[in-house]
T-cell receptor, first 115, second 111 residues
């Protein structure tokens, strides 16, 4: 089966510019996550979707970050405007169903560099 | 605050050595513990440990969950250079279905 697909793989932008990341989860996976991973740290959850509903966005900096998952499949994560501290790897993950305790499967991530 | 702590932060060994990576957690409503291996790309799933499955083994890798001590270990025997990676431990919590990661252990296996 195809894995979680993310694009772009790399993005370099200047501060104050907008940026968007795209994620296509594994087919049939209802739960989708966006994580941010800073260098030398573990991934930190930004937002979690159950189908098209954002059920946990408590860690999402809502002043500049937004996300959507239209039709409960693909998802986009946007930052506007970007700041230097947003430089990180943005990981998307999906899972079948948390009730069944299924593990998360991650995409290759988007490495964002803000200059 | 929910917390997952891994040790050591980094480790260098020679091929053929056996390594043990540690993970301890302080979380509310523990559900399961997961181990991931992260090379240059996506974290790849290794094991999930729950109350009903506290020991898992796959080839040279094995993991044990100690619910009493709130910890887990990941063992790698006869290490190979391909085992060089960051090993991430994460804990699923029952309510909110939150998955919290540790900072990871960087393992480097020298030939």
């Amino acid at each position: 089966e195809a894995g979680v697909v993310q694009s772009p793989r790399y993005k370099i932008i200047e501060k104050k510019q907008p940026v968007a990341f795209w994620c296509n989860p594994i087919s049939g996976h209802n739960t989708l996550y966006w994580y941010r991973q800073n260098l030398g740290q573990g991934p930190e959850l930004l937002i979690r979707y159950e189908n098209e509903e954002a059920v946990d966005d408590s860690q999402l900096p809502k002043d500049r970050f937004s996300a959507e998952r239209l039709k409960g499949v693909d998802s986009t994560l946007k930052i506007q405007p970007a700041e230097l501290g947003d430089s990180a790897v943005y990981l998307c993950a999906s899972s079948l169903d948390l009730i069944d305790n299924s593990p998360l499967h991650f995409g290759n991530g988007t490495r964002l560099t803000v200059t | 605050e929910d917390k997952v702590v891994q040790s050591p932060l980094s480790l260098v060994v020679h091929e053929g050595d056996t390594v043990t990576l540690n993970c301890s957690y302080e979380v509310t409503n523990f559900r399961s513990l997961l181990w991931y291996k992260q090379e240059k790309k996506a974290p790849t799933f290794l094991f999930m440990l729950t109350s009903s499955g506290i020991e898992k083994k796959s080839g040279r890798l094995s993991s044990i969950l100690d619910k009493k001590e709130l910890s887990s270990i990941l063992n790698i025997t006869a290490t190979q250079t391909g085992d060089s990676a960051i090993y991430l431990c994460a804990v699923f919590m029952e309510y909110g279905n939150k998955l919290v990661f540790g900072a990871g252990t960087i393992l480097r296996v020298k030939s």
